[in-house]
Structures are given as structure tokens and as C-alpha cells.
């Protein structure tokens, strides 16, 4: 069968096994094995992992802290039985789990760690490797221009800022919070797994919603068949959401002739890596504002509509939500700034509320756009006309006065909590910690 095959798509680097410890016999990956390619997006992670004396209720397979699969540890593994054979459980201890690299950068590091049942949570294993960048589409068409922030830092302001320039368009950002490209780069990253790209080959109950997503086939048994599926048509695939995000945007009122189409997105996403790969124009904003301004606006947005948002648990601790929310999310942004190449464009909320014209001005020559003096006005006078009515977003009685509100707003101890935990990121962007 001609033309099925690739080659290298994913390539682990180092597999490093944390070996035996006071809670487990050990454990090893047996697959993907170091330095040898994997022909396909999805990748499947096999090994085995035994417990001294408490139980394991799964294995996490994370990249960042964050779980992209948790599998049972229940394959039979004969070889490990007969190495601890006075171990209890032994001839069962292998797991294995399916991932789709597309969740991950280009270059990434994976932690795979046992849980117990008692919540203990014990790292096993490090894969370090790259994966394959997908392909991109012609340059000539509508490219993203990516707000990359969190919650109640200015963000619809600004994406209303950018589409009221005439080379860039958004979906009445005023409206609702379009996501159009993150949901077809999510449809990418889903059906890129093992799981969903063997689903048709050894269906489950088909009357089952979703099945496709979840179908826990195993192998194919032609080699060939399961690399394009793993490969060319992840690939294909890639190019089809492209062409339907680009196909809203050219049906979009508006729309016609624009450069960029601007969305936002999350500091801990990795779809603004995707898309940087499928479209070679593609161009990052990072939009920070004081993180204790941004705190003070959090906890009265959320006191205003009566229920808990960004990230915050129902009747969730300050401190807490500084220490385990805002800070990962800052962290994030900041290594995102601090990138050798393709850093993006650092945008702060003051600088836009107190003098925009010159915020703006400075923004449209680093995105190549149109930033004549004419231009920057008209744009700035859109905005105004668009956000006029939005009184309802808000939470001070105008954009200036949510500037410098942690002054009064924020309990001292909660302050300084935020110059604690946030000081080296605040003297990072720019900003002050007293």
C-alpha cells in the first residue's frame, strides 16, 4: 500500500524511571522507548508500576500539572509476576494509556506519576521529547491574532480595540466571547488520539454518545493503515478545521479583506502553539493588568452576578485562590513573554484606559498594520461607540477608577499575600509590589 507511511512524528528523547521507593516495588515505561520515532500524533504509554502495601488506584499521565489521562494499572504482566513473586498483585501491575500529542507543544515534558488510594500521589517516570509541527496553510489567508490573558484584565476591551481596526475582525466581542478557533483546534487535538482514530475499526455500542471519542480499541493489525491514520489524516484533518475557521470568518459581516481575526485565549492553553504552526502568520498579544486591580474586579464581578467564575471555587479562599490560581496562570504568561523567538506583544490595561492612542499605535507597527494617526483615532472612536452600553461588565463607575482599587479594595493581608506570592511577576510585567 504506497504513500501510507511516516515517519518521526513523535521522538521521545529521555525516559527517566524514578525506580523503588518506601511505597512501591518500582515501576518502568516500556513504550514509547527513547529515541525511537512514533509515526503517528497519538501515542500510546505502556508499563507497569507495583505497590508495597497500599493500593494503586490509577496512573496520571500529566504535562504541566495538568492530567491528560488517568488509567487503571490492571494488564496482566507475566514477566513482573515472576520477578516479585511473593508480591501480591504483581501479575497484574501494567497500564496503559493513550494520549494525543497535540496536547502538547513542540517540544515537551510528560510526568507520569501512581496515585493510591489513600490520595497519595508518587512520581514514576519523566518522558522528555518533540513532536512533529503540523502543517501550515497559505499565508494570504486570515491569520489569528491571539489575546493571550485571564479573567477581568481588560480582555474584551482590547479584542474591541483590535476589531475596530479595518484590517481585523471579531464576533461582537461585546456579545459573546467568541472561541471559534479553540473549538476546531480542540475537534484536532481530540480525534489526533489512538482512541478516537481506531474507533471505527472495533466500534463499542454504537448507540453510545461519543463513541467516537472514546472507543478503547486497541490495535489495528495493519501497520501501514494505522500510521496515515495516526499521521496524514491527523494531518488532513488539521487542514479541514483550519479551512472551517477560515470559512466563519470569510462569512462574517465585515470580514472582508481582513489580515487577523482576534480571539481570546488561556496562559495555560496550548492552542496558540497549534496555531501558530497551522497558520504562518499567526501573532500573540499578552494583556496583563495589576494583578491586585485584576483580584479586586474578580471578587466584585463575581459578588455582582451572584456566582463564582475564573477559576474561583464557591466560597473559595482569597490567599488560596492567589496562591493556586493566579499565580500558575501568571507564571505561565510571564514564560510565554520571556520566549527567544515569536515572543509576543506585551500589552498592559492602564496603558490602554489612561492613553490609548499611543498603546495602540505602538501595537498596530509591531502587527504590521495600518498605524497612522487617522487610523488610531477611528479606531479608538469605534471602540468607545461599541462599549458605550456596557455597563454591565464593569465594576467601577469607569475604566480609570478600576486602576490602583486594590489601594482601597483589597484586606491588607490579602495584598499582602498578592506581593508575597506575586512580587517577582509584578516587577516582571512592569508593575510595582510595595
Same mark, same amino acid.
Given at each position: 500500500?504506497?504513500?501510507?507511511?511516516?515517519?518521526? !512524528? @513523535?521522538?521521545? &528523547?529521555?525516559?527517566?524511571?524514578?525506580?523503588?521507593?518506601?511505597?512501591?516495588?518500582?515501576?518502568?515505561?516500556?513504550? %514509547?522507548?527513547?529515541?525511537?520515532?512514533?509515526?503517528?500524533?497519538?501515542?500510546?504509554?505502556?508499563? =507497569?508500576?507495583?505497590?508495597?502495601?497500599?493500593?494503586?488506584?490509577?496512573?496520571?499521565? /500529566?504535562?504541566? *500539572?495538568?492530567?491528560?489521562?488517568?488509567?487503571?494499572?490492571?494488564?496482566?504482566?507475566?514477566?513482573?509476576?515472576?520477578?516479585? %513473586? *511473593?508480591?501480591?498483585?504483581?501479575?497484574?501491575?501494567?497500564? !496503559?494509556?493513550?494520549?494525543?500529542?497535540?496536547?502538547?507543544?513542540?517540544?515537551?515534558?510528560?510526568?507520569?506519576?501512581?496515585?493510591?488510594?489513600?490520595?497519595?500521589?508518587?512520581?514514576?517516570?519523566?518522558?522528555?521529547?518533540?513532536?512533529?509541527?503540523? %502543517?501550515?496553510?497559505?499565508?494570504?489567508?486570515?491569520?489569528?491574532?491571539?489575546?493571550?490573558?485571564?479573567? $477581568?484584565?481588560?480582555?474584551?476591551?482590547?479584542?474591541?480595540? /483590535?476589531?475596530?481596526?479595518?484590517?481585523?475582525?471579531?464576533?461582537?466581542?461585546?456579545?459573546?466571547?467568541? $472561541?471559534?478557533?479553540?473549538? =476546531?483546534?480542540?475537534?484536532?487535538?481530540?480525534?489526533?488520539?489512538?482512541?478516537?482514530?481506531?474507533?471505527? #475499526?472495533?466500534?463499542?455500542?454504537?448507540?453510545?454518545?461519543?463513541? =467516537?471519542?472514546?472507543?478503547?480499541?486497541? *490495535?489495528?493489525?495493519?501497520?501501514?493503515? &494505522?500510521?496515515?491514520?495516526?499521521?496524514?489524516?491527523?494531518?488532513?484533518?488539521?487542514?479541514?478545521?483550519?479551512?472551517?475557521?477560515?470559512?466563519?470568518?470569510?462569512?462574517?459581516?465585515?470580514?472582508?479583506?481582513?489580515?487577523? #481575526?482576534?480571539?481570546?485565549?488561556?496562559?495555560?492553553?496550548?492552542?496558540?502553539?497549534?496555531?501558530?504552526?497551522?497558520?504562518?502568520?499567526?501573532?500573540?498579544?499578552?494583556?496583563?493588568?495589576?494583578?491586585?486591580?485584576?483580584?479586586?474586579?474578580?471578587?466584585?464581578?463575581?459578588?455582582?452576578?451572584?456566582?463564582?467564575? #475564573?477559576?474561583?471555587?464557591?466560597?473559595?479562599?482569597?490567599?488560596?485562590?492567589?496562591?493556586? !490560581?493566579?499565580?500558575?496562570?501568571?507564571?505561565? /504568561?510571564?514564560?510565554?513573554?520571556?520566549?527567544?523567538?515569536?515572543?509576543?506583544?506585551?500589552?498592559?490595561?492602564?496603558?490602554?484606559?489612561?492613553?490609548?492612542?499611543?498603546? /495602540?499605535?505602538?501595537? #498596530?507597527?509591531?502587527?504590521?498594520?495600518?498605524?497612522?494617526? &487617522?487610523?488610531?483615532?477611528?479606531? @479608538?472612536?469605534?471602540?468607545?461607540?461599541?462599549?458605550?452600553?456596557?455597563?454591565?461588565?464593569?465594576?467601577?463607575?469607569?475604566?480609570?477608577?478600576?486602576?490602583?482599587?486594590?489601594?482601597?479594595?483589597?484586606?491588607?493581608?490579602?495584598?499582602?499575600?498578592?506581593?508575597?506570592?506575586?512580587?517577582?511577576?509584578?516587577?516582571?510585567?512592569?508593575?510595582?509590589?510595595?
Amino acid at each position: 500500500m504506497a504513500n501510507l507511511t511516516a515517519s518521526g !512524528v @513523535v521522538t521521545i &528523547e529521555e525516559v527517566a524511571a524514578n525506580g523503588a521507593s518506601d511505597y512501591v516495588h518500582g515501576g518502568n515505561v516500556d513504550a %514509547p522507548r527513547q529515541g525511537v520515532p512514533v509515526d503517528a500524533y497519538g501515542m500510546t504509554i505502556e508499563g =507497569w508500576a507495583l505497590s508495597r502495601q497500599i493500593p494503586i488506584e490509577h496512573v496520571e499521565v /500529566l504535562y504541566e *500539572e495538568r492530567p491528560l489521562a488517568a488509567v487503571p494499572v490492571d494488564r496482566e504482566r507475566p514477566d513482573i509476576a515472576a520477578g516479585f %513473586p *511473593e508480591v501480591e498483585g504483581a501479575s497484574k501491575s501494567g497500564f !496503559v494509556a493513550t494520549i494525543s500529542a497535540l496536547r502538547l507543544p513542540e517540544r515537551f515534558e510528560l510526568v507520569l506519576r501512581t496515585k493510591l488510594v489513600d490520595g497519595t500521589r508518587l512520581p514514576l517516570a519523566t518522558l522528555r521529547g518533540r513532536r512533529r509541527r503540523l %502543517p501550515a496553510g497559505p499565508e494570504e489567508e486570515i491569520q489569528p491574532l491571539m489575546v493571550n490573558t485571564i479573567g $477581568r484584565s481588560g480582555s474584551t476591551l482590547l479584542v474591541t480595540l /483590535l476589531s475596530s481596526h479595518p484590517d481585523v475582525v471579531a464576533f461582537s466581542p461585546f456579545i459573546k466571547d467568541a $472561541r471559534v478557533s479553540t473549538y =476546531w483546534a480542540n475537534v484536532i487535538q481530540d480525534l489526533a488520539a489512538p482512541a478516537s482514530y481506531l474507533a471505527p #475499526f472495533d466500534p463499542p455500542d454504537l448507540e453510545r454518545p461519543h463513541w =467516537w471519542l472514546d472507543s478503547g480499541a486497541g *490495535e489495528l493489525g495493519e501497520d501501514e493503515v &494505522e500510521r496515515w491514520l495516526g499521521s496524514a489524516s491527523v494531518e488532513l484533518l488539521a487542514g479541514h478545521c483550519r479551512a472551517q475557521i477560515e470559512a466563519f470568518y470569510a462569512n462574517l459581516a465585515g470580514a472582508e479583506g481582513a489580515r487577523y #481575526f482576534v480571539e481570546k485565549y488561556l496562559p495555560y492553553q496550548v492552542i496558540p502553539d497549534l496555531l501558530s504552526e497551522m497558520y504562518p502568520g499567526a501573532r500573540e498579544v499578552i494583556l496583563v493588568r495589576d494583578f491586585r486591580d485584576m483580584l479586586c474586579s474578580v471578587i466584585a464581578f463575581n459578588r455582582k452576578r451572584g456566582w463564582s467564575d #475564573f477559576g474561583y471555587t464557591e466560597g473559595g479562599d482569597d490567599a488560596e485562590y492567589v496562591r493556586s !490560581v493566579m499565580r500558575p496562570s501568571l507564571t505561565a /504568561l510571564a514564560q510565554r513573554l520571556r520566549r527567544d523567538s515569536g515572543a509576543p506583544s506585551l500589552v498592559r490595561y492602564e496603558e490602554l484606559v489612561l492613553d490609548p492612542e499611543p498603546a /495602540l499605535t505602538a501595537l #498596530f507597527e509591531q502587527l504590521g498594520l495600518a498605524s497612522g494617526e &487617522e487610523v488610531v483615532a477611528e479606531t @479608538v472612536r469605534l471602540a468607545q461607540e461599541g462599549t458605550a452600553s456596557m455597563d454591565h461588565h464593569r465594576t467601577t463607575s469607569d475604566p480609570a477608577a478600576s486602576i490602583g482599587r486594590w489601594h482601597e479594595d483589597l484586606p491588607g493581608e490579602i495584598a499582602a499575600v498578592c506581593n508575597e506570592e506575586l512580587g517577582p511577576l509584578l516587577a516582571e510585567f512592569g508593575y510595582e509590589a510595595s
